[in-house]
């Protein structure tokens, strides 16, 4: 149980897992401001913005769900694009499920906290005992600081009035940009130049569409590009199209990476 | 809105528990993991064109612009995410104090 493990625990690995989980939990508690900041800006009160960060909880989509929403996209733009890009989280799930061993509540509870950052501290750590502690201590950390950060940006937002004369609209831009970049890089060349292809093509598809579709769908036309690739592209690393071959899973385990926002 | 919030919230949070209830076969395909992470990807690169380079529904060339190339800048100078947004307020804000739209 993570109540057990802390800062003062005798075991090294644990030790070393909690400072990790505390100085991620820092990094993107920090980063709760921009989205609170942005989400107001977008047109969201401060309860709709803070209901999005203690229940979706999950950057990405939040940032995606007040983006759709600032560009005028309906509740059905805004649900599809914020779960297509909580996917990931679904892949992280059955990442981390049998190196907790949770199990009822808890178990509810660890799969509300599994994001990109838990999952990153929790699969580097060494022992099963330092797993369990980075997976707790940067979910709980995160989730505390990431809520605090929202409101503190929400009520800022919503004091400064105007978002246009502080740069508020083009802030979400480079939001998402900051999210994507550590995305287009990877040791898999080939997976890396298909992802890099990939969000040009899904860009200038985007662009090409706002003006004749309704809002929201420009996006969502993206990530149906990103499907027919998946679909149609033959292989990762193994470059065999041996289908749940060894080499296929070692190579799928390395796309599933969380990717932490720097 | 509240419902576009409560929807959203719902399903990412189902997306969450789904991966920790559901057989691990059913999901850890090489195929699968391959492209949830390309769908992440272009929904991403969707979202910056759109933040940045439309408006009112047709496309629209302004501050923004110029503020996301600010942003890949200081994102090549591995500045932190906080900082690469406030660069881009930054640039923006002081662009349209200029005059520029």
């Known amino acids: 149980m993570p109540a057990r493990s802390s800062a003062a625990d005798p075991d090294p690995a644990v030790r070393s897992a909690v400072r990790t989980a505390l100085s991620v939990s820092v990094a993107t508690g920090l980063y709760g401001v921009s989205f609170g900041a942005l989400s107001v800006a977008a047109g969201l009160d401060v309860p709709q913005t803070m209901a999005l960060s203690l229940l979706m909880f999950s950057g990405g989509s939040q940032f995606a769900a007040v983006g759709v929403v600032g560009a005028g996209g309906g509740i059905g733009a805004v649900v599809a694009t914020a779960g297509l890009l909580g996917a990931r989280n679904g892949l992280y799930g059955v990442q981390v499920a049998p190196l907790l061993g949770a199990s009822g509540w808890r178990r509810l509870l660890a799969a509300h906290l599994t994001i990109d950052e838990s999952t990153a501290v929790a699969t580097a750590q060494p022992t099963p005992a330092a797993t369990r502690a980075g997976f707790w201590w940067t979910g709980a950390g995160v989730f505390v600081l990431w809520n605090a950060f929202s409101l503190l940006g929400a009520l800022l937002g919503d004091a400064l009035g105007d978002p246009r004369r502080y740069g508020l609209d083009a802030a979400a831009g480079a939001a998402f940009l900051a999210l994507l970049w550590p995305r287009l890089s990877g040791d898999d060349r080939r997976a890396t130049r298909t992802v890099r292809v990939v969000a040009v093509a899904a860009a200038a598809l985007a662009l090409a569409l706002t003006p004749v579709v309704p809002a929201g769908v420009p996006v969502l036309a993206a990530a149906a590009l990103a499907v027919v690739v998946g679909a149609l592209d033959g292989g990762g690393a193994g470059a065999g199209r041996g289908p749940g071959g060894g080499a296929g899973a070692g190579g799928g385990d390395d796309d599933a990476a969380p990717v932490v926002t720097p | ?101």
């Open chain 2, 1 to 101: 809105m509240w419902w576009a919030v409560l929807a959203a919230s719902v399903v990412v949070l189902a997306t969450k528990v789904a991966g920790h209830l559901v057989p691990r076969a059913l999901l850890e395909r090489p195929r699968v993991v391959r492209t949830a992470a390309l769908v992440t990807a272009a929904l991403l690169a969707a979202l910056v064109a759109v933040q940045t380079a439309t408006g009112g529904g047709a496309l629209a060339l302004d501050a923004r612009l110029a503020a996301l190339a600010v942003a890949a800048v200081a994102l090549l100078l591995r500045a932190p995410f906080v900082l690469v947004v406030l660069l881009a307020a930054a640039t923006a804000a002081l662009l349209r104090w200029l005059g520029l739209p």
